[in-house]
């Protein structure tokens, strides 16, 4: 195991046994329920970035695949024939077929077409969800509750436990992201976003690796869905909308697009920013507007990305300041032509 491997792991621990701590610590239900849709969010914005940011497809669709989650781990857990981790495997392995027979179709198009047909796909998956109210619920969706039987000693009714199961969910699948995006599978998504003709050319499978790319976020989403769907203890049409994916591609424009944690960042950004929105004014879309103009204008890059960047130029500032003197005197000398 490399140091940098260990080192993540000892910063992944650390993040989990603070939120143990935070959670046996603060009452406040508000502070936790944000905290709880950050984690749901958070995941389901960092597996878009898979696509977007690591593989260059922009998809409109992939809210779809969160809905699915949701939708169908409650329709199991509704029918009381399946405990928690049995219903979130079929839940996940049913999106992933999904996702498979969808991005075996979107993956050969070209961006601007693979962006709308993923929309197309979005729109008549929502379509169903409304149309096939005795599964579904139509647009009221699955409500009466969802029940939550204790698993492995966790009990999910219970606030304290339900926040760290969230946190310990959210920060292993960043590890596992994290693991995909730095092995050589992850460079071959890198080479394909950068020059998918010169990837090829080196022997890459671009459609195959464009695939599973699309699968393994999608499963991801799944799993967001599969968390939002225990928070909200049911499912809505609106996880399906084609907003949410909107909301998706915000949170990653917020944060940033070059890290895993940017999404995350994003999705804190936003949630904040709705929160102080519907507190002082009504005019909701106007406020988002004008904050994501600000960054895609003002900082032209996510608040992470901006962060890291001023980050790199600051350190980098001291070794040009040593530099210039030594640059200057030596300009000088061969102004002089060569003389001391």
Same mark, same amino acid.
């Given at each position: 195991?490399s140091?940098k491997?260990?080192?993540?792991?000892g910063?992944? +621990?650390?993040?989990?046994l603070a939120?143990? /701590? %935070?959670?046996?610590? $603060?009452?406040?239900?508000? !502070?936790?329920d944000g905290?709880i849709r950050?984690c749901c969010?958070?995941?389901?914005?960092?597996?878009l970035n898979?696509?977007?940011?690591?593989?260059?497809?922009?998809s409109?669709?992939?809210a779809?695949f969160?809905?699915l989650g949701?939708?169908?781990?409650?329709i199991?857990?509704?029918?009381?024939?399946?405990?928690i981790?049995?219903?979130?495997?079929?839940?996940?392995s049913?999106v992933?077929?999904?996702?498979v027979l969808v991005?075996?179709?979107?993956v050969?198009l070209?961006h601007?077409y693979?962006a709308f047909i993923?929309?197309a796909?979005?729109?008549?998956?929502?379509?169903?969800?409304?149309a096939?109210?005795g599964?579904t619920g139509?647009?009221?969706g699955?409500i009466g509750?969802?029940?939550m039987?204790?698993?492995?000693?966790?009990d +999910?009714?219970s606030?304290?436990?339900?926040f /760290? %199961?969230n946190?310990? $969910?959210?920060?292993?699948? !960043?590890?596992i992201?994290?693991r995909?995006?730095a092995?050589?599978?992850?460079?071959?998504l890198?080479?394909?976003r950068?020059n998918?003709?010169?990837a090829?050319?080196l022997?890459?499978?671009v459609?195959?690796t464009?695939l599973?790319?699309?699968v393994?976020a999608?499963?991801?989403?799944?799993?967001a869905g599969i968390l939002?769907?225990?928070?909200?203890?049911?499912a809505y049409?609106n996880?399906?909308?084609w907003?949410m994916?909107?909301?998706g591609?915000?949170?990653i424009?917020?944060?940033?697009?070059?890290?895993l944690l940017?999404?995350?960042?994003?999705?804190?950004?936003?949630l904040?920013i709705?929160?102080?929105?519907n507190?002082?004014?009504?005019?909701?879309?106007l406020?988002?507007?004008?904050v994501?103009?600000?960054?895609?204008?003002? +900082?032209?890059k996510g608040v992470?990305?901006f962060?890291?960047d001023a980050?790199h130029r600051r350190?980098?500032?001291?070794?040009?300041?040593?530099?210039?003197?030594q640059?200057t005197?030596?300009?000088?000398r061969a102004?002089q032509g060569g003389?001391?």
């Amino acid at each position: 195991m490399s140091a940098k491997t260990r080192w993540e792991l000892g910063l992944a +621990l650390v993040v989990i046994l603070a939120a143990t /701590v %935070f959670g046996s610590m $603060v009452d406040s239900g508000a !502070l936790r329920d944000g905290l709880i849709r950050l984690c749901c969010l958070g995941l389901f914005a960092a597996s878009l970035n898979l696509l977007v940011g690591y593989t260059g497809l922009l998809s409109f669709g992939h809210a779809m695949f969160f809905g699915l989650g949701a939708y169908t781990f409650c329709i199991l857990m509704q029918g009381g024939h399946l405990n928690i981790p049995l219903a979130a495997a079929a839940t996940v392995s049913l999106v992933c077929v999904s996702a498979v027979l969808v991005g075996a179709v979107c993956v050969r198009l070209s961006h601007v077409y693979f962006a709308f047909i993923t929309l197309a796909v979005q729109m008549l998956f929502f379509s169903l969800l409304i149309a096939w109210s005795g599964l579904t619920g139509g647009e009221q969706g699955l409500i009466g509750g969802l029940p939550m039987p204790p698993f492995f000693g966790i009990d +999910l009714t219970s606030p304290k436990q339900f926040f /760290v %199961f969230n946190v310990v $969910v959210l920060v292993a699948s !960043l590890l596992i992201l994290r693991r995909i995006v730095a092995s050589p599978f992850g460079a071959a998504l890198r080479m394909v976003r950068d020059n998918p003709q010169r990837a090829a050319f080196l022997g890459v499978d671009v459609p195959r690796t464009k695939l599973t790319a699309f699968v393994i976020a999608s499963a991801f989403a799944g799993v967001a869905g599969i968390l939002m769907s225990l928070y909200v203890s049911g499912a809505y049409p609106n996880f399906a909308y084609w907003t949410m994916s909107g909301e998706g591609l915000f949170m990653i424009m917020l944060g940033g697009i070059h890290s895993l944690l940017g999404p995350v960042v994003g999705a804190g950004l936003l949630l904040v920013i709705e929160s102080l929105v519907n507190t002082y004014t009504r005019h909701h879309g106007l406020i988002i507007g004008l904050v994501i103009l600000f960054v895609a204008l003002g +900082l032209r890059k996510g608040v992470l990305d901006f962060t890291a960047d001023a980050l790199h130029r600051r350190r980098a500032d001291p070794h040009d300041a040593a530099d210039a003197p030594q640059s200057t005197a030596a300009a000088r000398r061969a102004s002089q032509g060569g003389q001391p």
